[in-house]
Structures are given as structure tokens and as C-alpha cells.
T-cell receptor
Framework: GDSVTQMEGPVTLSEEAFLTINCTYT??????LFWYVQYPGEGLQLLLK?????DKGSNKGFEATYRKETTSFHLEKGSVQVSDSAVYFC??????????FGTGTRLQVTL | GAGVSQSPRYKVAKRGQDVALRCDPI?????LFWYQQALGQGPEFLTY????????KSGLPSDRFFAERPEGSVSTLKIQRTQQEDSAVYLC????????????FGPGTRLTVL
């Protein structure tokens, strides 16, 4: 079945550091890929998405590119802020409509 | 506008009790999903409705779990004879038509079975 693997956390960075959170997927067909974020005390929110190979999703300074050849969708941000501290989930969906999530990566940004 | 709401936000049950968790999706959203999120894990799919039709219930872990959406809007997830392993956050999400459209998540119901 479909699966998503993302790097384990926690990831601790200083403010303004570069962020990469790795995500790879296995799926039949051509899934859409998503990054969701869960801020402390809040629900899951969509951060960005890409629906086909080579698409780049971007939002709030975060980017991720759908790489079919490496089955990856790594999340990057050039300069993180304290307010980016949250848990980040990579997810995929295919024709089955349901989302398949990774286990989440906690990001802690310090001053 | 109003997002997805869930109630109760917290539920404590004694082992063996039945519980019912409610989800109010965004008005007009055709699709509704239930997920289970164990502590420190990502959400896992339970079941999916399109309007009132339950199209996929492959993620329900046992026949103690039952979900319904009789009028195509509000949905209830019922767990009979709760067990300790049922302790988790239960998330509801709704989506407008279209597979690639965003799923909007509610705040979840945290169920603790003692």
C-alpha cells in the first residue's frame, strides 16, 4: 500500500537557519503530495501541495518540489523563524482520496 | 467562515463504555474523512464519506468502530466497548468536490480510555 516516510525529529534550529525536512513516498500511480503543519494547540493546516511531477508548492516562505525520479517531496525554508516551531507532516493522496501521512517532524526554532 | 468543528474536544471513557464523536463539516463540503492519530504519530485513515454514502471503511480497526453520515452533513463516529488501545485523537476532515482539493481538518477529539 501507499506509505510516506519522513525524517524523525525533533529538529532544532536557530532563527534564520536553513531548514530541510526530508520526505519520500511509495504509491501506485501518480499521487498528489502535501505538507501539513500543526502549530501548538491548533489543528492540522495545509501548508503547501503539488499535484504532478516537477510541480513546486510554496507558501509562507516554505517550498517543496515533487520529484518523481526520487519519489521525494522535501520541505525547505531559507530562513526559519521562532513562529515556525510546529510539527510538520508530509502526506500523499492517490485515487483513493484518503491522505496517507508520515509520522511527523517536530521543528523547534530558538532565538 | 466556520471551519470543521468536532465535539466533544475531550472524552474520558472507562474501558467497555460506548462513545460517540461528532463532526460538523464545512457547509457544502461533499467529502468527509475520519482519521485516528496516536500520540507521536501521523494521522491514519479510518473511513470516508461522499455525501451520505460511506465509500471506504477500510481503515476501521475493528467491528467496534462504526461511522455514519445519514443526511450528508454531520457525521458521528461511534466506538463500542472501548479498549485502552482506542486512546487517541480522532480527527475529522472535510473537502469540497475534487480529489486534489484541500482537506480541512477539525481540532480533533482526544479520547482517553481508562
Amino acid at each position: 500500500g501507499d506509505s510516506v516516510t519522513q525524517m524523525e525529529g525533533p529538529v532544532t534550529l536557530s532563527e534564520e537557519a536553513f531548514l530541510t525536512i526530508n520526505c519520500t513516498y511509495t504509491a501506485t500511480g501518480y499521487p498528489s503530495l502535501f505538507w501539513y503543519v500543526q502549530y501548538p494547540g491548533e489543528g492540522l493546516q495545509l501548508l503547501l501541495k503539488a499535484t504532478k511531477a516537477d510541480d513546486k508548492g510554496s507558501n509562507k516562505g516554505f517550498e517543496a518540489t515533487y520529484r518523481k525520479e526520487t519519489t521525494s517531496f522535501h520541505l525547505e525554508k531559507g530562513s526559519v523563524q521562532v513562529s515556525d516551531s510546529a510539527v510538520y507532516f508530509c502526506a500523499s493522496t492517490g485515487t483513493a482520496s484518503k491522505l496517507t501521512f508520515g509520522t511527523g517532524t517536530r521543528l523547534q526554532v530558538t532565538l | 467562515g466556520a471551519g470543521v468543528s468536532q465535539s466533544p474536544r475531550y472524552k474520558v471513557a472507562k474501558r467497555g463504555q460506548d462513545v460517540a464523536l461528532r463532526c460538523d463539516p464545512i457547509s457544502g463540503h461533499v467529502s468527509l474523512f475520519w482519521y485516528q492519530q496516536a500520540l507521536g504519530q501521523g494521522p491514519e485513515f479510518l473511513t470516508y464519506f461522499q455525501n451520505e454514502a460511506q465509500l471506504d471503511k477500510s481503515g476501521l480497526p475493528s467491528d467496534r468502530f462504526f461511522a455514519e453520515r445519514p443526511e450528508g452533513s454531520v457525521s458521528t463516529l461511534k466506538i463500542q466497548r472501548t479498549q485502552q488501545e482506542d486512546s487517541a485523537v480522532y480527527l475529522c476532515a472535510s473537502r469540497n468536490s475534487g480529489v486534489y482539493n484541500e482537506q480541512f481538518f477539525g481540532p480533533g477529539t482526544r479520547l482517553t480510555v481508562l
